[in-house]
T-cell receptor, first 112, second 113 residues
Framework: DTGVSQDPRHKITKRGQNVTFRCDPI?????LYWYRQTLGQGPEFLTY????????KSRLLSDRFSAERPKGSFSTLEIQRTEQGDSAMYLC??????????FGEGSRLTVL | KQEVTQIPAALSVPEGENLVLNCSFT??????LQWFRQDPGKGLTSLLL?????REQTSGRLNASLDKSSGRSTLYIAASQPGDSATYLC????????????FGKGTKLSVKP
């Protein structure tokens, strides 16, 4: 499978715990995006990488959120001290030079 | 601030009908527009990408048009099938080729056999 891969697909955690999501983009894509989606809403932009450089961060990305793309390949999104309001689907997408975004299946987070 | 609106929020049609989904955006300074399909609990599947210089794109039974000056795009689905049932999202890219996408809330389509 050469699509965008996300892991884990589901994560249930207790409030206050830390969680980490991983995204493996399509190999020839140098751009990688993280979005968050809640029920009944469209995805909201969180952050964007070009290769290993994090070029843009949304105001939605509070100081409890951190994203990395250490070697310009896979990316991780970590949420520290999770809150119930963090419950959502976290979507990763990658893009070639055309600008067309290709999304993974998402990682669903439930904070109890 | 760019806002994307999709009307209607939900649509139910009988199988075989041709239908149009609407997307409007408030700022015409977009780089491109992309239509996606999302099945329940799943990620987004790209359907069509229209660059700002283009007027329309076609893929199989799908045709998307773009009118930048009026801030509108439509997704036309011909001869709808039950397998077309999903939520359809439109998104505009702002800030050039490296900008992010601003999404609408989607139109939930149900095609009844």
């Amino acid at each position: 499978d050469t699509g965008v891969s996300q892991d884990p697909r589901h994560k249930i955690t207790k409030r206050g715990q830390n969680v980490t999501f991983r995204c493996d983009p399509i190999s020839e894509h140098n751009r990688l995006y993280w979005y968050r989606q809640t029920l009944g809403q469209g995805p909201e932009f969180l952050t964007y990488f070009q290769n290993e450089a994090q070029l843009e961060k949304s105001r939605l990305l509070s100081d409890r959120f951190s994203a990395e793309r250490p070697k310009g390949s896979f990316s991780t999104l970590e949420i520290q001290r999770t809150e119930q309001g963090d419950s959502a689907m976290y979507l990763c997408a990658s893009s070639p030079y055309t600008g067309e975004l290709f999304f993974g299946e998402g990682s669903r987070l439930t904070v109890l | 601030k760019q806002e994307v609106t999709q009307i209607p929020a939900a649509l139910s049609v009988p199988e075989g009908e041709n239908l149009v989904l609407n997307c409007s955006f408030t700022d015409s300074a977009i780089y491109n527009l992309q239509w996606f399909r999302q099945d329940p609990g799943k990620g987004l599947t790209s359907l069509l990408l229209i660059q700002s210089s283009q007027r329309e794109q076609t893929s199989g039974r799908l045709n998307a048009s773009l009118d930048k000056s009026s801030g509108r795009s439509t997704l036309y689905i011909a001869a709808s099938q039950p397998g077309d049932s999903a939520t359809y999202l439109c998104a505009v890219r702002i800030g050039g080729s490296q900008g992010n996408l601003i999404f609408g809330k989607g139109t939930k389509l149900s095609v009844k056999p």
